[in-house]
């Protein structure tokens, strides 16, 4: 698929509802009655793939085989609510790649708890066989540099545990932000949820409230915008500073407050010359991206706490020709490809040449080498499709393959892009 950039964007996103949120309420709200999966009191859920998975398992009253597909976030949250159903078997399947995602961390530690789960391939990955049962709870220590969708989905079913949960995370904590987003979101249905200290969480036994929820808007597609405006402003071959009056990008349903750790993208884009505007218009948070006027020379940023962030962030930096040493990337191996390997070789194909080290860093001095323009390779993973698209700013056009794969987390992404002027062509 060829994207063809527009002079100037003037577009008001109404952004997809927040797939983070979305995965957690679904969660809870089921625990909430247990066998009733009415979700009619949730508002605004995410119509993305790794949503959609778990709203058709609950749909099919939670079938014997369920294939969650390339949903991480699906995988994970269903493992842990499969396991204390009691009098349940299920087998827990995906894609070939999520056969390869390890998932040992989280099954050694619900079976600590009382839990019943086989392998049925290899060691320490999918696909599951689950057996649920009520689960005790007490302790449970995990390591913190892992996913914190291990951690999230541990906590999630501890206030139905028989004794509650007290949960130590060892070591440095990865993703921290998402594991206080579970919490809050634990707390708004009742539970009795808190760090007792920094590496310490307790979780009552006591259960969930069945309540309405309306979910919020989705700050990490929200960063794709941001670093449109950024190349609108500042990323064209023409001038240093782009920006002329032309260019409008307003966000729709965005919270100042907002709970998700993904919304710092704006403090980091503050450094990348946009800005953001906050206000309520007819009851509706929105923000409106507008030019900072300075920026950074050179950027260097510890991703740990936010890593589905990293690719916008490595690709908006070369396009801006602000060079880089970004930390705290472990994580980034074992998402939905190797995202270290295939920024390296996707930043090539545009002229950049960029260095990873100790499989945690991303570095780039500025490098340059000779663009070959060949189409973007996504490997299956929508953060690849999302956050080079908007190169088309900077080159005129590029081209992506299997553009599809927005549909994980964006199913309009594209649709969007059209709205807001860009020309796609489907080939």
Known sequence: MIIFAPNDINYDVNLPASKSVSNRVLIVSALSRQDDFNFDGVMNLATCDDTRVVREAF??????????GAAGTAMRFMTALLAQRDGEEHVLTGTERMRHRPIKVLVEALRSVGADIEYLGEEGFPPLKIRGRKLVGGSVEVPGNVSSQYISALLMIAPVMEK?????????????PYIDLTLSVMQDFGAVARWHDNDDITIEAGGYKNIDYT???????????????????YGRPSSDFHFNGDTSIVLKGLMDSSRQG???IRYLFSLLGVKSVFKSKRGISEVSLKPAITKVSKMEYNFANIPDMAQTLAVTCCALGIPFHFTGLD??????????EA????????GFVIEDRNGSELIWTGENCEPTFEPIDTY????????FAPLALKFGKIDINNPEVVSKSYPNFWEDLKAAGFVINNQ
């Open 215 to 233: 979910v919020e808007n989705d700050w990490s597609a929200a960063s794709y915008w941001y670093e449109m405006a950024a190349l609108c402003y």
């Open 380 to 387: 299956e993973d929508h953060r690849m499709a999302m956050s």
């Open 164 to 176: 509650g949960l007290k949960l130590r995370v060892s070591g440095k904590i990865f993703s921290r």
């Open 331 to 340: 994580s980034l191996k074992i998402k939905e490809t190797d995202r270290i």
């Open 343 to 350: 920024l390296k070789t996707e930043l090539r194909k545009v």
């Open 59 to 68: 749909a099919s009253s939670l079938p014997y085989e369920i294939n969650i």
């Open 262 to 264: 993904d919304s710092s």
